[in-house]
């Protein structure tokens, strides 16, 4: 049996509401897909920080999730400190209301081809996930979560089919993305709590 491992790179978040603590912010962003990803099936997940972060993975795990600590916070850091699986995927952690379903999809093409991204919707640079066989590719190149694009990944590869793009989601890194946000969708429910609870001010 394959074995996959998810990982949520607990990066830097550099943008929060008005009013709202920006370490409050990040930590109900980190809550929300640490808890999104233990809903997923036939996966394992763990989180990844830096040690100075090591708090944070501290705060938002459950019980027996492993946490991967990196020198720095990019997907090759995260993808080097694996060991023991077939498939990885890191994925940011400031979609908190990201549907399972859109994990599921950057794993698949991995049958069939050694690397998947999942770019982030709209305009902007910047990957919602990278997903690889493992061992990593020797062309994939050095990748941060914040500022890559698919194509940055597809020039690097032998051809530009072994990469697949799959379907994009938002990352919540400003005011148009915190719009878009579904109340009707189950989930993120620190994010929620703290959109609309009493600390909000502003």
Sequence with gaps: MTR????ALLGPVT?????????????????DTVDMLATLSEVETAVAVT?????????VIWPGTAVHEVAEPTVNAVLAALTGYDQAAV???????LP?????????PLTSR???????EGEGAGLLGVATRLPVPGWL????????????VRRAAPAPGDVAVTPAWRRLRGPADLAALNPAVEGW?????????PARRG
């Design 100 to 108: 399972g379903l859109t994990l599921g999809k950057l794993l698949r």
């Design 4 to 7: 996959r491992v998810v990982v």
């Design 51 to 59: 040690p100075a972060d090591r708090w944070l993975a501290d705060a």
């Design 15 to 31: 943008w929060a509401p008005p009013g709202i603590d920006p370490v409050d912010w990040r930590t109900a962003l980190a809550e």
């Design 141 to 152: 190149p050095a990748l941060d979560l914040d500022t890559a694009v698919p194509a940055d």
């Design 189 to 197: 429910e620190a994010t929620r709590a703290l959109l609309s609870g």
């Design 114 to 120: 050694p690397v998947a991204v999942a770019p982030v």
């Design 91 to 97: 994925v940011a952690a400031d979609a908190p209301d």
